[in-house]
């Protein structure tokens, strides 16, 4: 037994009395030292609690300013209250412990993986040892090792939809209690931009807060559901009645729940909330607006039905508001092209002046910073205030692309050794390397999405580019759209991806549909050169690789939030596989278990726990027609191309890309 001289004096005699406190703090010896010792019991469960203050060498490296709770706990079984245990002790504190840093020791075998996934659900960096009854802690060597694996190995930046976890919600804080402020105002106000924007976690964060404050009633309408889109528009306000009154009574309704309801069990009628005595204010949420506008991806009918529901619709509202009923509503998409219009068919657009004309921008330069700071701080990265600057630019201050690109940072760079301050020139190597490999997939998918939308911005986004600045009167759409930069001499593209992207599409003149329709006489075979195919190649294989890993992370965080009580998601994974594949992978667990099942098993996953995947990817049969045609690599064969064969390879990659974009 060693001496413990990193255990503060007043407390030694106590903590060498317990045999797992010394090799906790041996085993802390030239890491920690420790500041405080006591036991604590909570539900029958005893802890050992101990206040680790780091060396000065440790504090800079993990980037620690306050003391780390240590909780020992001998049990076989640890449970997720050991993390409430710790997190109540933490606030007790009054801030002498780091808030989201913790060691956990225990002799559950399967405890390391549970505690770290209960830690990035609560907002923790959770470092969990496991010492078997009959066994040992690790040394310290072995110990900073597992420091660096244990909190740099995940990456933070990696979300797979929309921001849920406060801890994620960056950048946008004041916009939600502004955007709620209008509501609760009775205002009628919109929000539009890009794919990928972020609209819908601004949209969640304020059906959280005025669910928290029960002001006001929200009725939640997502317009690519389906069973809405393809209604008429004298159906749709009808449902819309539905959702509106189930809202008033309950305080939240989301479509879907109107939908199952008959007329005869629920008349759609308004006015029988104008009749309501005390109405409380309510929110009707029209989410998705682009499936129920002349742009419709799914639905030709609404190219005349739009301005009827609208017309409608509008009328429903002034009765509101002649009746003192305090409603409000809030519109978000993609296009504003349908809102701002005067006239469809020579007939006066009713929606003209009644929505008025908003957009998300993106983030604010030292918003971007900010995210990017913390994300890095915890996957031991740091980057300079300029390169963070960099970063921010190249991405067009988009968060979802500065993620995409902050996870490509962080599996560039070796786990051992961090954390680790990123040198200018690697930065940008990487950043390059990322537009390149990445951040050109992910901006064509947006600028296409748009373009399907409404034209005007990409021709005009078009002329941007190719000019060193667009007039400021010329350009205004683009700058709502966070597209383009002001500077003083008018507007201007910025953005390394958002260049990226414009090319990507300008040089695709081909569309899939028309490459679908050419005569057979014409398809015949593509004549590419050896480095006009292998790029072709590159760019297929490239685009596969990416939507297979969205596909693992999709998998493992949608089977995760969905499990049962007590049932875990890995099992789900390999009840999908086939016998074979489910006994050589038994072993292994979470990502590394995911890592090892080929493309089309990833489908026959999602297929056979289709509930849990249906509000992404709709139709179960066109999702499992594409994963069949992309199993087939034309990309794995070196032969001539057949265009209609690219076609629809190119066809089933677009289909997949927009719905887990």
């Given at each position: 037994?060693?001496?413990?001289?990193?255990?503060?004096?007043?407390?030694?005699?106590?903590?060498a009395?317990?045999?797992?406190?010394?090799e906790f703090?041996?085993?802390l010896?030239?890491?920690?030292?420790?500041?405080?010792?006591?036991?604590h019991?909570?539900?029958?469960?005893?802890?050992?609690v101990?206040?680790?203050?780091?060396?000065?060498?440790i504090?800079?490296?993990?980037?620690?300013?306050?003391?780390?709770?240590a909780?020992i706990v001998?049990?076989?079984?640890?449970?997720?209250?050991?993390?409430?245990?710790?997190?109540?002790i933490?606030?007790?504190?009054?801030?002498?412990?780091?808030?989201?840093?913790?060691?956990?020791v225990?002799a559950d075998?399967?405890?390391?993986e549970k505690l770290?996934?209960w830690?990035r659900?609560?907002?923790?960096?959770v470092?969990?040892?496991?010492?078997s009854k009959a066994?040992?802690?690790?040394t310290?060597?072995?110990?900073?090792?597992?420091?660096?694996?244990?909190?740099f190995?995940?990456d933070?930046?990696?979300?797979t939809?929309?921001v849920?976890?406060?801890?994620?919600?960056?950048?946008?804080?004041?916009s939600?209690l502004?955007?709620?402020r209008?509501l609760?105002?009775?205002?009628?106000?919109?929000?539009?931009?890009?794919r990928?924007?972020?609209?819908?976690s601004?949209?969640?964060r304020?059906?959280?807060?005025?669910?928290?404050s029960?002001?006001p009633?929200?009725?939640?309408?997502d317009?690519?559901v389906?069973?809405?889109?393809g209604?008429r528009?004298a159906?749709?306000?009808?449902a819309v009645?539905?959702?509106?009154?189930?809202a008033?009574?309950?305080g939240?309704a989301?479509?879907?729940?109107?939908?199952?309801?008959s007329d005869?069990?629920?008349v759609?009628v308004f006015?029988?909330?104008?009749s309501?005595?005390?109405?409380?204010?309510?929110a009707?949420?029209?989410?998705?607006v682009d499936?129920?506008?002349?742009?419709?991806?799914?639905?030709?009918h609404?190219?005349?039905?739009?301005n009827i529901?609208?017309?409608?619709?509008?009328v429903?509202?002034?009765?509101?508001?002649?009746m003192?009923f305090?409603?409000?509503?809030l519109v978000?998409?993609?296009?504003?092209?349908?809102f701002r219009?005067?006239?469809?068919?020579?007939i006066?657009?009713?929606?003209l002046?009644?929505?008025?004309?908003?957009?998300?921008?993106?983030f604010?330069?030292?918003?971007s910073?900010q995210?990017i700071?913390?994300?890095?701080?915890r996957c031991g990265?740091?980057?300079?205030?300029?390169?963070?600057?960099?970063?921010a630019e190249?991405?067009?201050?988009f968060p979802?692309?500065i993620?995409?690109a902050?996870?490509?940072?962080h599996?560039?760079?070796d786990?051992?050794g961090?954390?680790?301050?990123?040198?200018?020139?690697?930065?940008a190597?990487l950043?390059?390397?990322?537009?390149?490999?990445?951040?050109?997939d992910?901006a064509?998918?947006?600028?296409?999405?748009?373009r399907?939308?409404?034209?005007?911005?990409?021709?005009?986004?078009?002329?941007?580019a190719?000019?060193?600045h667009?007039?400021?009167?010329e350009?205004k759409?683009l700058?709502?759209?966070?597209l383009?930069?002001?500077?003083?001499?008018?507007?201007?593209v910025?953005?390394h991806m958002i260049?990226?992207?414009?090319t990507a599409?300008?040089?695709l003149?081909?569309?899939?549909?028309?490459?679908?329709?050419?005569?057979?006489?014409?398809i015949?075979?593509?004549?590419l050169?050896q480095?006009e195919?292998?790029?072709?190649?590159a760019?297929i294989?490239?685009?596969r690789?990416?939507v297979?890993?969205?596909?693992?992370?999709?998998?493992?965080?949608?089977?995760?939030?969905?499990?049962?009580?007590?049932e875990?998601?890995?099992?789900?994974?390999?009840?999908?596989l086939?016998q074979?594949?489910?006994t050589?992978?038994?072993?292994?667990s979470?990502d590394?278990?995911?890592?090892?099942?080929?493309?089309?098993?990833?489908?026959?996953i999602?297929?056979?726990?289709?509930?849990s995947?249906e509000?992404?990817f709709?139709?179960k049969?066109?999702f499992?027609?594409?994963?069949?045609?992309?199993?087939?690599?034309?990309d794995?064969?070196a032969?001539p191309?057949?265009?209609?064969d690219?076609?629809?390879?190119?066809?089933?990659l677009v289909?997949?890309?927009e719905?887990?974009?």
């Open positions: 037994m060693a001496h413990l001289l990193n255990v503060h004096e007043d407390i030694r005699a106590n903590l009395r317990n045999t797992l406190a010394c703090a041996n085993a010896d030239g890491l920690f030292t420790i500041e405080a010792y006591r036991r019991e909570v539900s029958g469960w005893k802890y050992v101990l206040h680790c203050k780091p060396t000065r060498n504090a800079d490296a993990l980037l620690l300013d306050r003391e780390v709770l909780l001998n049990v076989t079984d640890v449970q997720v209250r050991t993390l409430h245990v710790a997190e109540s933490i606030s007790a504190s009054n801030g002498r412990l780091d808030p989201a840093f913790l060691f956990v225990h075998r399967a405890g390391d770290r996934n830690g659900e609560l907002g923790y960096r470092v969990p040892i496991h010492r066994g040992a802690i690790p310290a060597d072995a110990l900073r090792r597992r420091l660096a694996g244990d909190l190995t995940h933070p930046f990696s979300l939809g929309p849920l976890a406060d801890s994620e919600f960056f950048g946008r804080r004041n939600a502004e955007t709620l209008q609760q105002n009775g205002r009628i106000i919109s929000i539009f931009g890009i990928k924007l972020g609209k819908t601004l949209i969640n304020v059906v959280t807060l005025a669910r928290e029960g002001d009633r929200v009725a939640m309408i317009c690519s389906d069973g809405f889109n209604l528009a159906d749709a306000l009808k009645a539905k959702v509106t009154r189930m008033a009574t309950r939240y989301h479509i879907t729940e109107a939908l199952k309801r005869k069990d629920l759609p006015d029988d909330l104008w309501m005595k005390d109405p409380k204010p309510l009707i949420i029209f989410d998705e499936y129920v506008t002349p742009a419709s991806p799914t639905r030709s609404w190219r005349k039905d739009f529901f609208w017309r409608e619709f509008r429903v509202y002034q009765e509101a508001q002649r003192g305090p409603l409000s509503v978000s998409g993609v296009s504003s092209h349908a219009v005067e006239s469809f068919e020579g006066e657009n009713s929606v002046h009644f929505v008025p004309e908003g957009y998300l921008a993106p604010a330069r030292h918003a910073q995210m700071k913390d994300l890095c701080r990265l740091v980057l300079a205030e300029e390169d963070q600057s960099k970063l190249v991405c067009g201050d979802y692309w993620r995409l902050g996870s490509y940072i599996r560039a760079i786990i051992h961090r954390p680790r301050v990123l040198e200018s020139e690697l930065v190597r950043l390059k390397e990322f537009v390149d490999a990445e951040g050109v992910a064509k998918v947006a600028l296409e999405d748009l399907r939308k409404t034209a005007e911005p990409i021709e005009l986004l078009q002329r941007a190719a000019v060193p667009l007039p400021l009167v350009g759409l700058l709502r759209y966070g383009a930069s002001q500077v003083p001499d008018g507007v201007t910025t953005s260049r990226a992207g414009l599409i300008s040089s003149e081909l569309s899939v549909q028309e490459s679908i329709d050419l005569p057979e006489t014409s015949g075979q593509l004549q050169g480095e195919w292998a790029e072709e190649l760019v294989n490239r685009r690789n990416t297979e890993r969205k596909l693992r992370e999709f998998i493992h965080v949608s089977l995760k939030f969905t499990a049962l009580t007590g875990n998601w890995v099992d789900k994974v390999l009840k999908a086939p074979r594949e489910r050589e992978l038994a072993s292994l979470g590394a278990l995911l890592n090892k099942v080929f493309w089309k098993d990833l489908g026959a999602i297929a056979k726990h289709w509930d995947f509000k992404i709709g139709d049969k066109r499992e027609s594409a994963i069949a045609l992309l199993n087939d690599r034309p794995a064969h032969k191309i057949d265009a209609a690219v076609a629809l390879y190119r066809r089933e289909w997949l890309e719905r887990l974009a």
